[in-house]
């Protein structure tokens, strides 16, 4: 098994002992965000959004004790999202049966419109999930670069800018962008992969 199997098969066990703080507040870290995100883009308003995180936190530390990692089987990040989809859809129709005035409309809407397949919101998840893992490695990793590497990946990979302009921006060659761009590319990839090495 290699270290990031079993760093990720390291904290999905740790998080079976519910007094393991530094497990359950890794956990926190990384997946909060994901699940703030996706009830955002589910059309939630903030503060149901960040009531549909406390809920799916407490229910993952509620079962956490019966799942078993098996990639074979299914990911932990789909176990996750079949929770957090299934809180989305119960206050959905908590709502449809309590209307609760005009400024929920356009989660009833969203919620309403949803086809029966989970394609849309299977997407709309492994979206925010991919993007606030990286989020997550990017603020974990940035301190072991210096500016101008940094600088030179982000600008290359995020901003989607040239190598070329980016080494007239920084005042360093193209090869030092191609070189910085690759290094902290390679240690985002290993830092990701500590988690979920899907991606």
């Given at each position: ?108 809407r969203f919620l309403e419109n949803q086809p029966d397949s989970q394609d849309d919101f299977q997407q709309l998840w492994d979206s925010e999930y ?70």
């Open positions: 098994m290699t270290d990031a199997a079993t760093t990720r098969l390291s904290l999905l066990i740790r998080l079976h002992d519910s007094g393991d703080t530094d497990a359950w507040e890794q956990f926190v870290e990384i997946y909060s965000p994901l699940v703030f995100h996706f009830a955002r883009n589910c059309d939630l308003q903030e503060s149901d959004a960040a009531d549909l995180v406390q809920e799916v936190m407490s229910e993952v530390s509620k079962c956490i004790s019966r799942f078993e990692y098996n990639p074979e089987i299914g990911k932990f990040r789909s176990w996750l999202y079949k929770i957090a989809k299934r809180k989305v859809w119960r206050l959905g129709e908590k709502r449809r049966k309590q209307p609760q005035g005009a400024g929920d409309s356009a989660t009833l991919e993007r606030h893992l990286l989020d997550w490695a990017a603020r974990k990793i940035r301190s072991k670069f210096n500016e101008s590497t940094w600088k030179a990946f982000w600008m290359t990979s995020v901003e989607d800018m040239t190598p070329q302009s980016v080494a007239k921006a920084l005042n360093i060659s193209v090869g030092s962008v191609y070189v910085a761009r690759s290094r902290v590319a390679k240690r985002l990839a290993e830092k990701i992969r500590e988690i979920d090495d899907s991606l």
